[in-house]
């Protein structure tokens, strides 16, 4: 079975300190990882993904596939990073989409 | 592009009623998938459809169905609707592995 496990809720940083939110996942394929970022009042949108390994709005996660772990991390917390975050899993696949399983998500407020 | 678009924004239905919610991919994208979100949790898959067909089911009972059309758009309908389905339901489209959400759909059950 997939599972994606965000063990913090909440998360409150200072701005300019450093952030990581931790992501872990259980499933026995090779899986596809995403992170998945809504700020207030806005959609879910991609944020970043595994494969691409890029860095968007200055976040970056590696995976970890010996810890089952994707954690998002960013070295300098912005006051316009406050949103939620959800990790999120498929399997890995050629060519099209496959269902996404999420975890619950973590909120995270960067305190100026 | 708008973009996914979902209609309506929100609905009001009462325990025992049907109801439809309809989908826009975003422009080129071929692929549709449909979501619900409860609150405080994460969005939980409901199924796919791809060149009119499902593709992928989630653990939804048979009173979730869908439909996707020639132009890619899709309808999720859910029948004898319980309190329990009170959610925010979301659809993404795609045209490869990453998936594009819409706005959401937000139903209350009463």
């Known amino acids: 079975a997939q599972r994606v496990t965000q063990p913090e809720k909440l998360l409150s940083v200072f701005k300019g300190a450093p952030v990581e939110l931790k992501c872990n996942y259980s499933?026995?394929?090779?899986?596809?990882l995403f992170w998945y970022v809504q700020y207030s009042r806005q959609r879910l949108q991609l944020l970043l993904r595994?494969?691409s390994r890029e860095s968007i709005k200055g976040f970056t996660a590696d995976l970890n596939k010996g810890e089952t772990s994707f954690h998002l991390k960013k070295p300098f917390a912005q006051e316009e990073d406050s949103a939620m975050y959800y990790c999120a899993l498929s399997r890995t696949v050629i060519q099209g989409a496959q269902k996404l399983v999420f975890g619950q998500g973590t909120r995270l407020t960067i305190n100026p | 592009d708008a973009g996914v678009t979902q209609s309506p924004t929100h609905l009001i239905k009462t325990r025992g009623q049907q109801v439809t919610l309809r989908c826009s991919p975003k422009s080129g994208h071929d692929t549709v998938s449909w979501y619900q979100q409860a609150l405080g949790q994460g969005p939980q898959f409901i199924f796919q459809?791809?060149?009119?067909?499902?593709?992928q089911r989630g653990n939804f009972p048979d009173r979730f169905s869908g439909h996707q059309f020639p132009n890619y758009s899709s309808e999720l309908n859910v029948n004898a609707l319980l309190l329990g389905d009170s959610a925010l339901y979301l659809c993404?489209?795609?045209?490869?592995?990453?998936?594009?959400f819409g706005p959401g759909t937000r139903l209350t059950v009463l």
């Open positions: 459809y791809y060149e009119e067909e499902e593709r």
């Open positions: 993404a489209s795609s045209l490869g592995t990453a998936q594009f």
């Open positions: 499933y026995s394929g090779s899986p596809e």
């Open positions: 595994h494969i």
